[in-house]
């Protein structure tokens, strides 16, 4: 027979199917463990080992780990979103400080532009490398799409500026009312620093392609991303009594429940396809629904109505389901000759946003972009075509979510360390193995598990009734450690090895 060939060497990597899940690759099993044995502090130094801004993840993250957990199989998932709350919370409850420990300074300099979650990540693994990193951001705070896209009752600002708070006592400059491209070039950068990182968000709203849109009527919005903005900057912003918005994803469903905290009376969200449609998460459109908002579903705009060059209503046309696109969902259909007006005060078209990379067009960078108007990056690495360059989050995969955005801070991060150090922005055994093991993926969902099922998921207490709507005081609020720890009880701590077999 022919003799067996022996491996040269072996690389594993531990990973588990909600860790393989999470964009950002925290080890949920340890830090759940840790939470069951009541060591708080402990579990949150797991979090941060690949995630600095647990409180914002604690609360804004759709938690895709969480449709890979196998306790799902024999009942309902872990509740590792919140439990990763838990953590953080207690850290500040308690008066605790964050760790504040840097390797010796390197003499190398990097600029960060954006502090959205990208920027952020970013810069506090590369200062706990002991690099001196500066942050600007065109924004008057931290937290980019964070803190102005998304509403105080699901994310406080003051939870947020403390995690900003965080990374700058590591000894990272953060620096506000900067944009790139209208304050200073990125070929000023390039010749000032010693690396760049691009986290410059996506917060060009999508045009709804209707007639007028382009006329500058009074009581049209640019798009819900702006008109969250100015909201929460408090930008003057006035909104009328009868709001229409259009979208269904969760920036629209935003801008819906936002609308009646600012004074409408009737605030109605306009969407092309069905509920079970909808890109929402689907426990934000209950939240919406609880507060009184009016849903009109199938149908779409096709004209702004106006007097006076002011918005009276617009005109829509009912849609009808028809075969599935290239999102997997119904493509809908207009149906012929059944328009009809909805009459409204403002419009606020909230379908997408696109990032705005306009800051690349004073030079020739040599920095590919895609169809959709995002950054190109090389093999993981984070870095584009220019050396030096990398880039990560919205402008780099589009307007996506805030654990990817982490993700993508976190690789650039050991990527740009090691381009500093050895002059190659390359992937290490570990990195490399991690996207070998996410494409292979790790979770089977037919499994069957030889387990009883009947432990129940936990639940954070959370503010009921429309009359919520009527302020910004955080909906969901803190789960009690007690409850914390019976949840992690729940965990199965399903780790497993990935191993792969090298040549001599």
């Not at 449709?67 to 439990?83: F, G, K, N, Q, Y």
């Amino acid at each position: 027979g022919r003799k067996p060939k022996f491996a040269g060497d072996y690389r594993d990597k531990v990973t588990a199917p909600c860790m393989d899940r999470c964009p950002a690759h925290i080890d949920i099993p340890a830090y759940i463990e840790e939470i069951k044995n009541y060591r708080f502090d402990e579990s949150l130094a797991t979090i941060r080992e690949r995630m600095p801004i647990p409180a914002v993840c604690g609360r804004v993250c759709p938690h895709p780990c969480e449709t890979a957990c196998r306790r799902a199989l024999i009942d309902e998932p872990i509740s590792i979103m919140v439990l990763k709350r838990v953590a953080a919370d207690h850290e500040w409850k308690h008066h605790k400080l964050s760790p504040r420990v840097t390797k010796p300074a390197t003499g190398k300099k990097i600029m960060v532009v954006g502090a959205g979650p990208a920027g952020l990540t970013c810069a506090y693994y590369l200062a706990q490398q002991g690099h001196k990193v500066k942050i600007i951001d065109m924004l008057s705070e931290p937290g980019g799409t964070v803190a102005v896209g998304i509403p105080d009752y699901r994310m406080p600002r003051t939870l947020l500026q403390r995690e900003a708070d965080n990374i700058a006592a590591l000894g990272v400059e953060i620096e506000y009312g900067v944009k790139l491209g209208r304050d200073v070039s990125l070929k000023e950068l390039k010749e000032q620093y010693d690396a760049v990182f691009l986290g410059t968000g996506a917060f060009k709203s999508k045009p709804m392609g209707v007639e007028g849109e382009d006329e500058g009527y009074e009581g049209f919005s640019t798009g819900g991303i702006n008109y969250l903005r100015a909201v929460a900057l408090n930008e003057g912003m006035v909104t009328p009594k009868r709001v229409i918005v259009v979208g269904g994803g969760n920036t629209a469903i935003d801008c819906v429940r936002v609308a009646l905290r600012e004074g409408a009376e009737d605030s109605i969200l306009v969407y092309r396809r069905t509920r079970n449609e909808m890109p929402a998460e689907s426990y934000e459109v209950d939240d919406a629904d609880e507060e009184n908002v009016t849903f009109e579903f199938l149908v779409n705009p096709t004209r702004l109505v106006t007097e006076n060059n002011k918005i009276t209503g617009v005109e829509v046309i009912k849609m009808a389901l028809g075969e599935p696109d290239d999102s997997g969902r119904r493509r809908p259909q207009p149906v012929e000759g059944s328009e009809y007006v909805i009459p409204c005060d403002m419009v606020i078209p909230a379908i997408g946003q696109d990032p705005d990379l306009s800051y690349l067009d004073d030079s020739d960078y040599g920095i590919k972009q895609t169809r959709w108007s995002s950054i190109v990056t090389n093999g993981g690495t984070m870095m584009t075509d220019n050396a030096g360059v990398f880039a990560g989050g919205d402008c780099e995969y589009g307007a996506m979510t805030v654990v990817l955005a982490v993700g993508h801070g976190k690789r650039a991060a050991s990527v740009m360390h090691r381009y500093l150090t050895d002059g190659e922005a390359i992937l290490d055994d570990e990195e490399a193995l991690e996207d070998v093991v996410n494409r292979l993926g790790v979770f089977d969902d037919d499994e069957k598990l030889p387990l009883l099922g009947g432990l129940h998921r936990e639940h954070q207490p959370k503010i009921d009734g429309a009359e919520r709507a009527t302020n910004y005081e955080e909906i969901e609020l803190a789960m009690p450690e007690s409850q914390a720890v019976v949840e992690a009880d729940r965990c199965l701590r399903c780790y497993r090895v990935a191993m792969v077999a090298l040549d001599k």
